[in-house]
């Protein structure tokens, strides 16, 4: 292991010469740092390669991942009449939480986020789901593609200084999430600390999400914090022309019509659609055509039924059955947030252990004195003529315990759901549902 220091959050690094040990000892840091200056602590092992990760395992994952979300969503659909979520920067955080958790705390884990593989696989096909994501913007795009894709995805930790964290630990996190382990003082500066992790996800997220960890959200007692954040922003291969939009009704689920801007085509565009008993369904494709927006829209007066019956299958049978065929396709544009805290839903959806004083998180620390405190998730979505600029971030902290031929027409003028999702390997980014726009 070696130290580094990351000053004020600008990502300029001084790498130190000090190699020093991190098991059975704390973890030091240097006597005066400058206003602002977090040290990193820097695993030696380097990120793992993603040409060993069978293609089955990330089916695996992905599946996996795609149950839990919707999971998640139908735990939390009461809160908020719009709703948007990373299940994607969620099952991350904490597939890193995973990586320190034994025992009954473990498979209380693996079995409500549905991690299915060996812990050694799972991590590795995380990290080359991450790494094939975060390619998708580095791919060329096609001369008449428009705006450069852009998908950005970092994870980091924030330990108590002089706290022992176990090495294996903080290789497992370097090697397969790509993140090194930066010291903050929650004993004695928990607000400072607070705030310096915030300005880290504001600035992984291009200012979208603010505030992430709320006041009070750490404090002397917290001793780690895991992050993660994911920021997207991309064009439609079929940009809406500006000129075309207007205002129009929709109609929400309280019997309420609202006025909202209405995007549409000059034309028919060919899409993937499905016609389906209480829905239809459009994919939106981002330039590339690599990662894609999925709309479902209930019929009238069946949002609450189709909401209800949405799973695994159900959803996969829609994205099996969609065909290409042209849409005449009305589309409204809305901006919203969403804030989560997620510990008391995850100890309803099964992992109560991880959330007691009672937990086992000893391959983090070497000993059972940590538990998660709070989940804390925020979300940003805005779609537009342009295209779809979305942004989230999850952090775990962790408390010690001791303390047809013609066209067919499409009007989204009532409440939907959307996914965007990777279309290659199936992986969802974000899902949402909008029961006003302008609300």
Not at 113 to 120: A, G, K, N, R
Not at 214 to 229: D, F, H, I, Q, S
Not at 359 to 364: L, N, Q, Y
Not at 400 to 417: G, H, N, Q, W, Y
């Amino acid at each position: 292991m070696k130290k580094r220091i990351v000053m004020n959050g600008l990502g300029v690094l001084l790498v130190l010469s000090m190699i020093f040990p991190l098991v059975g000892c704390g973890i030091s840091t240097p006597k005066s740092q400058g206003p602002g200056d977090v040290e990193e602590v820097i695993s030696e092992q380097e990120r793992a390669s993603v040409d060993d990760v069978p293609g089955e395992d990330l089916a695996v994952l992905s599946d996996g991942n795609l149950a839990f979300a919707l999971d998640l969503y139908h735990q939390v659909e009461e809160k908020e009449k719009n709703l948007f979520y990373s299940p994607y920067s969620i099952s991350v955080a904490l597939g890193m939480t995973y990586a320190g958790a034994r025992g009954e705390t473990a498979e209380q884990m693996a079995d409500t986020l549905h991690f299915e593989l060996p812990p050694e696989k799972l991590h590795a096909a995380f990290n080359a789901l991450e790494q094939i994501l975060s390619s998708r913007g580095e791919e060329e795009l096609p001369e008449d593609g428009g705006d450069p894709f852009q998908l950005n995805i970092a994870n980091a930790l924030w330990g108590q200084k002089d706290y022992h964290f176990e090495e294996a630990f903080l290789d497992t996190i370097a090697r397969y999430y790509g993140g090194g382990m930066r010291l903050v003082n929650f004993l004695e500066k928990a607000e400072e600390a607070r705030q310096t992790i915030n300005q880290w996800v504001y600035e992984k997220t291009e200012g979208k999400i603010e505030d992430l960890i709320p006041k009070g959200g750490v404090g002397a007692a917290t001793r780690l914090v895991l992050t993660n954040a994911i920021y997207f922003n991309a064009s439609w291969l079929e940009k809406f022309p500006e000129e075309r939009t207007e205002d129009g009704e929709f109609f929400t689920l309280d019997g309420e019509t609202v006025t909202v801007s209405m995007m549409s085509y000059a034309s028919p565009q060919r899409f993937r659609y499905q016609d389906g008993d209480m829905y239809q369904a459009v994919e939106l494709p981002y330039v590339g055509n690599k990662v894609s927006m999925l709309v479902l829209v209930p019929d009238q007066g069946a949002f609450e039924e189709f909401e209800t019956g949405l799973n695994v299958e159900t959803l996969s049978g829609i994205i099996q059955s969609m065909e290409s065929q042209a849409v005449d396709l009305t589309f409204p544009k809305f901006e919203f947030e969403t804030e989560l805290s997620l510990a008391e839903v995850l100890v309803e959806m099964g992992m109560p252990a991880a959330m007691s004083p009672e937990a086992d998180f000893s391959g983090m620390t070497g000993s059972k004195d940590l538990f998660i405190s709070d989940v804390f998730h925020k979300a940003f979505v805005s779609v537009d003529e342009e295209g779809t600029e979305a942004a989230a971030a999850t952090a775990v902290v962790m408390t010690e315990s001791a303390m047809p031929a013609s066209p067919v027409k499409i009007t989204v003028d009532r409440p939907f759901l959307f996914l965007i999702r990777d279309n290659e390997t199936g992986a969802v980014l974000f899902l949402g549902r909008v029961q006003n726009p302008v609300e």
